[in-house]
């Protein structure tokens, strides 16, 4: 089992930038694939982006390509989102993700994703 935590979610205005945090504990973090999805309320939850076990290649959706950066520190068994540019309409919450040991494959595919965060709340006033 993985347990993952965000953090870092808030308030700001647009134009602002937040970083999110994703803490992981149990198994090897640096097994793992790791992505960030958001779900705004009434909507499904969406891909925002992904980086490889290794850190090698990372994974972005197209409406916020440029403006956010995925990272990870293996020794830290720790992922990053840094959101630059927030626009309103990233308003959401925000949930940190694993996939399955060494996964190599759809890393926008939600069904990839078996250990999940609780999530934490992004708002982004115009």
């Known amino acids: 089992q993985v347990q993952l935590v965000e953090s870092g979610g808030g308030l700001v205005q647009a134009g602002d930038s937040l970083r999110l945090s994703c803490a992981a504990s149990g198994r090897p973090f640096s097994r793992y694939a790791t992505g960030w999805f958001r779900q705004a309320p009434g909507k499904e939850r969406e891909f925002v982006g992904a980086i490889t076990w290794n850190g090698d290649s990372t994974f972005y959706a197209g409406s916020v390509k440029g403006r956010f950066t995925i990272s990870r520190d293996n020794a830290k068994s720790t992922m990053y989102l840094q959101m630059n540019s927030l626009k309103p309409e990233d308003t959401a919450a925000y949930f940190c993700?694993?996939?399955?040991?060494?996964?190599?494959?759809?890393?926008?595919?939600?069904?990839?994703?078996?250990?999940w965060g609780q999530g934490t709340q992004v708002t982004v006033s115009s």
């Open positions: 993700a694993a996939t399955t040991l060494f996964y190599n494959g759809d890393y926008t595919a939600r069904d990839a994703y078996v250990y």
